[in-house]
């Protein structure tokens, strides 16, 4: 008996299919895409319009240089945390405070190892909710006075390695208004 149970719902099921994919492909034969160019063309000129302001710099972005200061392995662990940081910040609209929060996005399990890695080698120092030191040579943060010279030294529009007593930090200034995109950048 139950086998004709599970034999009827079966076809019930197959029929429902069909009628459900028969309905689709007539309201698809039906559909008047006559004002499908029209639309992509509007959209594609909104597309241009955002492009051209980028390319002026008309939203808040970050410069990054990447010369070196000679310490690749430790350069090496900044990049790959500040990638994380700047995926935490698309989401957030803020910058972590600490790698607690970074383990908090619940990314794959070997990112996740890795921010587990980092966290006993490295540390985010936050500087404001936009800007950031991060440091993984057992850097200690300067009493107030210290940092504030420290990070007025530093290029304010550009993120970049310094080399401070042997220590090798990596700024992330505040997003800036007025950073055009790359001459290289095209459709």
């Given at each position: 008996?139950?086998?004709?149970?599970?034999?009827?719902?079966?076809?019930?099921?197959?029929?429902?299919?069909?009628?459900?994919?028969?309905?689709?492909?007539?309201?698809?034969?039906s559909a008047d895409?006559?004002?499908?160019?029209?639309?992509?063309?509007?959209?594609?000129?909104?597309?241009?319009?955002?492009?051209?302001?980028?390319?002026?710099?008309?939203?808040?972005?970050?410069?990054?240089d990447h010369s070196?200061?000679?310490?690749?392995?430790?350069?090496?662990?900044?990049?790959?945390?500040?990638?994380?940081?700047?995926?935490?910040?698309?989401?957030?609209?803020?910058?972590?405070?600490?790698?607690?929060?970074?383990?908090?996005?619940?990314?794959?399990?070997?990112?996740?190892?890795?921010?587990?890695?980092?966290?006993?080698?490295?540390?985010?120092?936050?500087?404001?909710?936009?800007?950031?030191?991060?440091?993984?040579?057992?850097?200690?943060?300067?009493?107030?006075?210290?940092?504030?010279?420290?990070?007025?030294?530093?290029?304010?529009?550009?993120?970049?390695?310094?080399?401070?007593?042997?220590?090798?930090?990596?700024?992330?200034?505040?997003?800036?208004?007025?950073?055009?995109?790359s001459a290289k950048?095209?459709?």
């Amino acid at each position: 008996m139950s086998i004709g149970l599970g034999l009827v719902v079966s076809i019930l099921a197959v029929a429902a299919c069909l009628t459900l994919v028969r309905s689709l492909g007539n309201r698809l034969r039906s559909a008047d895409y006559s004002e499908v160019p029209v639309k992509l063309e509007a959209l594609h000129k909104q597309l241009d319009y955002v492009l051209e302001l980028a390319r002026r710099g008309s939203f808040p972005s970050r410069r990054f240089d990447h010369s070196s200061v000679g310490a690749p392995l430790v350069e090496a662990k900044l990049l790959e945390i500040r990638r994380d940081v700047s995926i935490y910040d698309s989401i957030h609209h803020r910058l972590p405070v600490s790698f607690e929060e970074l383990e908090g996005m619940r990314l794959p399990s070997n990112w996740e190892k890795n921010v587990e890695k980092f966290e006993w080698e490295c540390q985010i120092f936050p500087l404001t909710a936009d800007s950031s030191i991060l440091n993984c040579d057992s850097w200690h943060r300067p009493d107030e006075n210290q940092l504030n010279t420290l990070v007025h030294s530093f290029d304010p529009q550009t993120g970049r390695f310094y080399k401070v007593r042997g220590h090798v930090l990596l700024f992330i200034p505040p997003p800036t208004v007025g950073i055009p995109l790359s001459a290289k950048t095209k459709n």
